[in-house]
Every structure is written in structure tokens, then in C-alpha cells.
């Protein structure tokens, strides 16, 4: 079904429903899950994702609908005034707990370090609130990894895939590149690429949507996993993407002082969620051996830069602007603030061309 | 941007024009596939068959710099089939009916001969967005780099203000920036003819204003741009400060640039690495980096938001604010005593009516988008909504003008430049970061199959491409992206320094650098240069 945000209710009316025994509105459109969200009802989901179409296809968010025969997916289910619905029951938790049982039964792994992405202990976090751990439908597994594909990037290790559809859907309809899908059904599920090749040779941009979207660790962030052994707890700072002007929100995750990984911001206004290659993974640069860490000035004797200290590098500079100003006035002196910097750079640029020279001969680089 | 991201899936019709958006903008452009996917039509104009163009209903590969052509003809037949929003025109506009009259002249056919597009085409796209309840318009660099780069904004101002298409949700002229803090240093004031918030520096009451908050006498008229002062380094520029820029390797005519920089007595540079331009200062500052320095950016919707250090810097880095802050000290200046990015940017928003309801603590969630004239004001994510900034949208009447420089028997092919997805810019960074190169390691030029048989050109060969400023060598790569007679490489790899060849004038109006229309000559050549050496491109193309 189509979800379809923010109709209006008809005629103004107030559209209520019964929820867990109380009477609760809810707009037009709005599924069951999302009501149940609004009100806190913690239904576990392992194919949901909020910016995705509902998808019904991993049936842990079922409720008991009054009138239904069976549990309904309330992922999948549009909310209807007079609809009486029970969000937990001792029959749902059973159903539940033996869906994941049944669910961890084809991975390899049901632990995965939580650098692999933003949503990886998904299902680790489930399997401990159902208690779902018993092994008692050991068996075979799904998913056929392809440690071949040696992007520096994505990890694809499909034997730890429970076919949420999860990343086929993200790359589709949020992204809209279509570099993967679906293959076979039933425990010969496989997540691929067209003729099953590297991504590197799909329609893949390696934006690490996939990744962030993976329930399981079954895909991975391999820049920030390369960081697993970097001591310390990580910590994340809300900032923004320093590459074009869209202005992604990111969280940059850090151990100690180093930056071990970017998360994009789910609530980032620009962005929602998603990023690109870019954003997701280029951030190292920062570390880099070739970083500037002293100033630097031209040796008189040999004409060459070398390091020199603040004082003797603002000293010299400040000493050569002020001969030029003598020699040639204030008028000879030209700011060029940078695009990359923030504000408080540019800012700073234009009042010491300003306040300091009276000129207006300050630019920036978006002339070129 | 006149209109918020959130509004680009919103629109029916969606013209790109100049925009390599999947690998320029790629976020903002997974919004345009959302509104393709709920059955919104697109129009792409570019040169090449870019990723837009792929998923494009009507793609218009025009040659580089016909745009105002292409846009003429658009509006051509938007009035002759009367799609004009009269209600709009009316009461929202000046000189519609001289535009009108103007357009009457320039049929499709008129276009197709200049733009090399099939008139029908142009047709199909004009009534297309002519047709469209909700029709906008989505620009980069593509547009403006030219010589004629406000004729083409101006050229689709007038194309929305005819249909109504600005001031309503999914609408709107949307320049998408291409720095993260471009419009952040025009917000700030780093513009020579505009104090901090677009008040303009000729202006009697701003001049009063910032006279008295910097405690000093100010010059009365605008400042030069960085275009002219790079042409007069040596001959009334003396010295330059440049922060963040590598100036040497983005700015067109690579030997005109360094040649200027080498004229100065003094070239300060602050920057996070030893860059090209770094390696020719008198003094080198050290800069924090993204991630280690707190501050305010712009995005190319208007909204201010916090950038947060996470990482302490390298060494003995310091934020640039607090380098220029005391070099303006040991000048003997007073009034240069900041302690904060805090104390710098609470400055600005005092003295900025776009800021005037911001400051630290205000922006700390993102949620403000500027125009925020006061206090509790909500800011402004749509612009123009009721009325324009200075009452009435004014259609210009433009002509199509040829670049400075066309092609000819000597230099035969047209060179255009841009970016791609993995690197961005000079590589400063992308280079700098693992396994970007895996995506992307080398620079190739783009070439039709028809023109490289033609010039006798190999895929995989490698070419020597030149022109009057220069010469480089490149490997050539065999591709229907790029039309017959045009060439693309992007600026991000050192040993292809396109910008030895680009130069082919300035807009008149805002002077801004030509980069994406650059006649060339292209002839194989056996050899490569030897890879990996800084400049090799340079040394190679003295000519």
C-alpha cells in the first residue's frame, strides 16, 4: 500500500481509534505503526525504516486487530476510525520472540561490532529484548558473501542477511540509483548487483546509504571498522558536511582525538538522512601526515619556507603588509576569504580589510 | 536558492540547466529522483549526457554557452502558445509586454542554429515548464561561468517570472552552491561591494553604520573583485592575504595566476595543507580543519548552521578567525580582541538585517533560514512569497552573445570543465582520504568516438591538448557523454591542469571566470608524461 502523508481528515472530522484500550486520533494516512509510535508503544520492527514505504515483509510489527482473524502488520496497515488494536499481547510476544528466533537461525553472527553503521544493532538489540538467543532453529543460512567485491568502502557479508530488503529499498527509493536487488527467494536470497559483479561496476555511488540502513551488520562501514581497535568509547558530534553547498548534517563518531567514522544525521534539515560518498567517507583527510601543524616562513637566506613560531611568523607577516601599506598605501593590501572556512573567517577577513584598512578590496573565491 | 531543499520533489516540472547535480550535489538530487519517481517531468539542458540527462524526458545538448539562446527561444514559445501567467505578470512584474514584444523574434529554429538542438526539442521543453503548475528551475556553475553568466540567470528569471513560477512551494530560480560555506562568506561580508548581509557598500546609512562600528573612516566606493586584483598584483597590489584557497590551480590561465602571485611583496596564506598556492607565500599560517573548529556555515538554501570541533587540530593549528584576529593586533590595531567564535559571529549577526534575529545559541539546531529581520521572527525558507525585495520582478532584454573565444580551424574542439563525483575540487581532501582513488585515480578527457577517430586519437591513448595560454598531455577516454566536437576533463588531478587553457574572459557584470567554454586543439601524442610529478602538466606546457 501507498503511505499518503498529510491528507487532510474529511470534512475536519476528528478521526479516533482504539489503541492498547484508549482512545487515540490520528490523521488520515497515517499507518497503525506510525500511531503506535506517536504514542510510544515500541513496536519491534526489523524491515522498517521511517523514510522507506512500510514493506510488511519482516512481520515482527503485527498487532491484534479486532475483526481480523489473524495478526496484521501495522507497518502495512492504514489506520481506520473505529479500528480496535492491541499492541502487545502474551500471544504477540510469543509469535514475536520465535520470528526472531527464528530470523538470528540464518546468520552466522548475531553480535556484530557497532561500527559496521547506524542501524546494526537492530537486531542484537531485539534478540535480547525477546530473549530470542536459544539456537533451536540452527540450520542453514541465507546469503552467499562476496569477500571478492574489494571496495574500500562496503563490507558485503550476506551471510549475516535475514532479507529485509532493507539497503535494495533505501538505494531505490531514497537514493533512486538502483545499483542492487533481490535474487532467488527462500533461503537462496541474495542481495546483488546486475549479473552479480563488484559494485564498483553497478550503478552503485557508494553513498553508504546501504550500510546505515542494515539491521544486522550484514553490510558494513569499512573505513570506520579499519578504526574497531582505536581505544576509547565513541563519542559522536553533531556538525556538517565540509564538501558542497547542501549542507548534510553528519555525526562525526570519535574515539579519543581521532575520528574513527561519519553517521549521517537522520534529522540533519538538508539532508534526512542521506549523503553521499563524500560525506560518508572521505573525512580522513583531517588525520593526514601532510596537515599543516607549524607556521611557515620564507628564510631570507636561502628563500626557502621553513616552520617558524606564531610570533615570528605574525611578526613577519604583519611587518611586510605594513612596508607595503608605507610603500604602496592601504589601498595596495587584497583580502580573499575562503568558501571552505566558516563564517567567522570570512567575517574576520572582511573587518581586517575593512576596519583595519578602510578598503573595500576584500572577494571571496566564488568567482572562480 | 529561492525556494527550500524540501521543496525539490515537490515540483511537476523540473528544468536543470548548467547542473551536474547527481555527482555535484548528489543529496539534493536523490530529492529530484523522488519527484521523477511520483511522476514529475524533467528537462535537462547540458552539454553532455550527464547523469541527469539520463533519466531526463527531454535532454537539450547544447553547445557550451548558447544558454541565453536556448532560453529565448523557451520563452518564445511559452508566449506565442499563451502560457504566460498573465495574473502574475501583471501584478508581480515590469516591462512583460516589451518582453513579450522582445521574444516575438526568436523562434526555436532561430535557437537550434546557435544552441545545435533540435527545434523540437526546444518546443517540447518550453511547453513543457511553460505548461507546468509547478515549474522549476535548478542552476550550478554551468550557468554562470561565462561571459554571460547574469544574461542566462537573468535570461531564467525572466522564463519564471512570465509563468508565475516563484514565490509558491516547489517553484523558484535555485542556484545550488557548490562550497559548503560559499554563501556563507558572502553572508559575512567577503565581497567587495557589499558589507555583511548584502548591504551595499555605496550606500550613504551602511557606510554610517559600519564607519561607526569599526571606529574608523571607510572608502566610499566598491572595492576591486579578486579578478582584477590578481591582474594588477605588482602594478597596485602589493599584497594579498588568501585563506582557503588554492588560487594557483582553481583560477582560469594557471601562468597569468602565478605570474601575479609571484609580482607581490607580500603573499600570506593561511590553509590546512601545503597548497600549490601555500608553496609561493612569504608566510604560511596553519589552520584548523573541518572537525576541529567551531563556527557557522550557510548551505545553498539560506540556512545557518553550527559546525562543531570534535577533534582537537594538529600541532599548533589555530581557527582563522583567531589568525587574522591577531595578525589585525601585531598591525597595531585595535578593536581586533576576539576570544570566540562565538564573540565573531554574534558581531556579524549585530550587524547584518538578514542575521538580525540570529546569533550562537539561536542557530545551535539549524532550523533558520535568512532572511530572520528580527527577534522570534521564524525565518524565511521561500523567497519572494508575497512580494520581490524591490517591489517588482523586472524582465531584462537580453541577446545572445558569442563566447570571447570560439572555435576555429586552429583550435577545433571545445574544452568544457567541471567536477566529479568521488573528488572534489583539487583534492585536497578527497585525495587525502583512503580509498576515494579506488573510485576514481586518474584524470581522462572525455571524447566523443566520432572525434576521436577524427582527430586520430586512441581510447586509452594519451592526447596533447592546447591552445594559445598552453598545453597539457592527457589520457583520452572514448565516450557518448560528451556531444561531437566537445571535450570534458574535470580540475581535480594536479597532473592535468586544465586551468593552464581556461581563461576566455569574464561576465562583465560580476567577473566571473569563463571555465566552461575553452576552444582547444587536441592532436595524439605517444608518450605520457611522467605520472605522479606536482606540475608536470606546467612544465610540459610552456609554450
Known amino acids: 500500500m501507498m503511505k499518503r502523508n498529510g491528507t487532510p481528515a474529511t470534512n475536519g472530522a476528528r478521526l479516533t481509534m482504539t489503541l492498547d484500550g484508549e482512545k487515540v486520533a490520528f490523521t488520515r494516512g497515517e499507518t497503525v505503526y506510525e500511531v503506535a509510535e506517536r504514542h510510544r508503544k515500541e513496536i519491534p520492527t526489523l524491515c522498517y525504516d521511517p523514510r522507506l514505504e512500510p514493506f510488511g515483509g519482516c512481520r515482527l510489527c503485527v498487532v491484534e486487530l479486532e475483526g481480523a482473524r489473524n495478526p496484521v502488520a501495522s507497518c502495512t496497515t492504514e489506520a481506520q476510525p473505529g479500528m480496535v488494536v492491541r499492541t502487545r499481547s502474551a500471544a504477540l510476544e510469543v509469535q514475536r520472540r520465535i520470528l526472531m528466533e527464528m530470523v538470528a537461525s540464518e546468520n552466522r553472527d548475531t553480535d556484530v561490532d557497532p561500527m559496521h553503521g547506524y542501524a546494526s544493532q537492530e537486531m542484537a538489540d531485539l534478540l535480547d529484548r525477546y530473549d530470542a538467543r536459544s539456537g533451536r532453529f540452527e540450520g542453514a543460512h541465507s546469503g552467499t558473501s562476496r569477500p571478492d567485491d574489494d571496495n574500500p568502502f562496503i563490507k558485503r557479508d550476506y551471510e549475516n542477511c535475514i532479507s529485509c530488503y532493507r539497503c535494495v529499498r533505501v538505494c531505490a527509493e531514497q537514493e533512486g540509483d538502483y545499483a542492487i536487488s533481490v535474487m532467488n527467494r527462500g533461503f537462496d536470497t541474495q542481495i546483488t548487483t546486475e549479473f552479480g559483479g563488484l559494485l564498483k561496476d553497478s550503478a552503485c555511488t557508494f553513498c553508504g546509504q546501504c550500510i546505515q540502513t542494515c539491521p544486522t551488520g550484514a553490510l558494513g562501514d569499512l573505513k570506520a571498522l579499519a578504526n574497531r581497535e582505536v581505544p576509547g568509547e565513541t563519542e559522536t558530534t553533531r556538525t556538517i558536511c565540509p564538501y558542497c553547498g547542501v549542507g548534510c548534517s553528519v555525526d562525526v563518531m570519535t574515539r579519543g582525538e581521532k575520528i574513527v567514522g561519519v553517521l549521517p544525521a537522520m534529522d540533519g534539515p538538508a539532508n534526512e538522512g542521506s549523503l553521499c560518498v563524500k560525506g560518508q567517507f572521505a573525512f580522513d583527510f583531517v588525520h593526514h601526515p601532510d596537515r599543516l601543524s607549524t607556521p611557515f616562513v620564507r628564510d631570507d637566506d636561502s628563500g626557502k619556507l621553513r616552520p617558524a613560531s606564531w610570533d615570528e611568523a605574525l611578526d613577519r607577516a604583519a611587518g611586510k603588509l605594513r612596508k607595503v601599506v608605507k610603500e604602496h598605501g592601504r589601498r595596495s593590501v587584497y583580502g580573499i576569504a575562503s568558501g571552505r572556512a566558516p563564517h567567522e573567517a570570512a567575517y574576520m577577513m572582511q573587518r581586517f580589510i575593512r576596519a583595519g584598512l578602510g578598503t573595500n578590496h576584500i572577494d571571496n573565491c566564488s568567482r572562480a | ?543
Open chain 2, 1 to 543: 536558492m529561492s525556494n527550500p531543499l524540501a521543496d525539490m520533489d515537490k515540483p511537476d516540472v523540473i528544468f536543470c540547466i548548467g547542473t551536474n547535480m547527481t555527482e555535484c550535489h548528489p543529496v539534493a538530487a536523490t530529492r529530484l529522483k523522488k519527484a521523477l519517481a511520483r511522476g514529475a517531468k524533467m528537462i535537462v539542458a547540458d552539454p553532455r549526457k550527464i547523469g541527469l540527462a539520463e533519466i531526463a524526458d527531454v535532454h537539450l545538448p547544447i553547445r557550451v554557452g548558447s544558454d541565453v539562446s536556448l532560453l529565448l527561444a523557451m520563452a518564445h514559445v511559452i508566449a506565442r502558445e499563451g502560457l504566460v501567467n498573465e495574473e502574475f505578470v501583471g501584478a508581480r512584474t515590469a516591462h512583460g509586454e516589451d518582453f513579450l514584444k522582445h521574444v516575438e523574434q526568436y523562434t526555436p529554429e532561430w535557437a537550434a542554429e546557435i544552441c545545435e538542438c533540435d527545434p523540437a526539442d526546444i518546443e517540447k521543453a518550453a511547453l513543457l515548464y511553460g505548461g507546468a503548475d509547478r515549474g522549476a528551475i535548478y542552476y550550478t556553475v554551468g550557468i554562470t561561468e561565462h561571459i554571460c553568466g547574469v544574461d542566462n540567470v537573468q535570461s531564467l528569471c525572466n522564463l519564471a517570472l512570465m509563468t508565475g513560477n516563484l514565490g509558491r512551494e516547489g517553484t523558484g530560480v535555485n542556484p545550488m552552491r557548490g562550497q559548503n560555506n560559499i554563501q556563507g562568506a558572502g553572508d559575512a561580508g567577503a565581497l567587495p561591494n557589499n558589507y555583511p548581509g548584502f548591504q551595499k557598500v555605496t550606500v550613504p546609512a551602511h557606510q554610517e553604520k559600519f564607519r561607526e562600528a569599526y571606529g574608523r573612516e571607510v572608502d566610499l566606493e566598491i572595492g576591486m573583485t579578486k579578478v582584477t586584483a590578481l591582474d594588477l598584483c605588482g602594478d597596485g597590489i602589493h599584497a594579498m592575504i588568501i585563506d582557503g584557497e588554492n588560487t594557483l590551480v582553481t583560477d582560469p590561465d594557471r601562468h597569468h595566476c602565478e605570474h601575479a602571485l609571484k609580482s607581490l611583496d607580500c603573499l600570506v596564506v593561511i590553509d590546512i595543507f601545503m597548497t600549490e598556492t601555500a608553496k609561493v607565500a612569504d608566510v604560511v599560517f596553519p589552520a584548523t580543519a573541518w572537525a576541529e573548529t567551531d563556527g557557522v556555515c550557510t548551505n545553498t538554501e539560506r540556512r545557518v548552521q553550527r559546525l562543531r570541533a570534535a577533534v582537537p587540530p594538529p600541532g599548533e593549528a589555530k581557527p582563522d578567525w583567531w589568525i587574522l584576529s591577531q595578525l589585525a593586533q601585531r598591525m597595531g590595531w585595535d578593536g581586533f580582541d576576539f576570544g570566540s567564535a562565538r564573540e565573531v559571529f554574534n558581531e556579524l549577526c549585530a550587524l547584518s538585517p538578514i542575521y538580525a534575529g540570529l546569533d550562537w545559541d539561536r542557530i545551535d539546531q539549524g532550523e533558520y533560514q535568512w532572511p530572520v529581520p528580527e527577534e522570534g521572527h521564524p525565518g524565511t525558507p521561500r523567497l519572494h512569497e508575497e512580494r520581490f525585495e524591490n517591489g517588482r520582478g523586472i524582465f531584462k532584454m537580453l541577446e545572445y552573445r558569442d563566447p570571447e573565444e570560439t572555435i576555429s580551424d586552429e583550435y577545433p574542439m571545445w574544452l568544457t570543465t567541471g567536477r566529479r563525483l568521488p573528488q572534489y575540487h583539487t583534492r585536497t581532501q578527497t585525495g587525502r582520504s583512503d580509498g576515494i582513488d579506488y573510485l576514481l585515480s586518474e584524470e581522462t578527457l572525455e571524447v566523443h568516438p566520432d572525434d576521436l577517430a577524427r582527430l586520430g586519437l586512441e581510447d586509452g591513448g594519451w592526447a596533447e591538448m592546447s591552445n594559445p595560454r598552453g598545453c597539457l598531455h592527457v589520457k583520452v577516454r572514448a565516450t557518448g557523454k560528451s556531444p561531437k566536437g566537445t571535450v570534458f576533463a574535470s580540475f581535480a588531478f594536479e597532473d592535468v591542469p586544465v586551468n593552464v587553457l581556461t581563461g576566455g574572459g569574464y561576465d562583465p557584470v560580476t567577473q566571473t571566470a569563463a571555465l566552461k567554454a575553452c576552444p582547444v586543439a587536441l592532436k595524439p601524442v605517444g608518450q605520457p608524461p611522467a605520472l605522479g610529478q606536482v606540475g608536470s602538466g606546467i612544465e610540459l606546457g610552456r609554450s
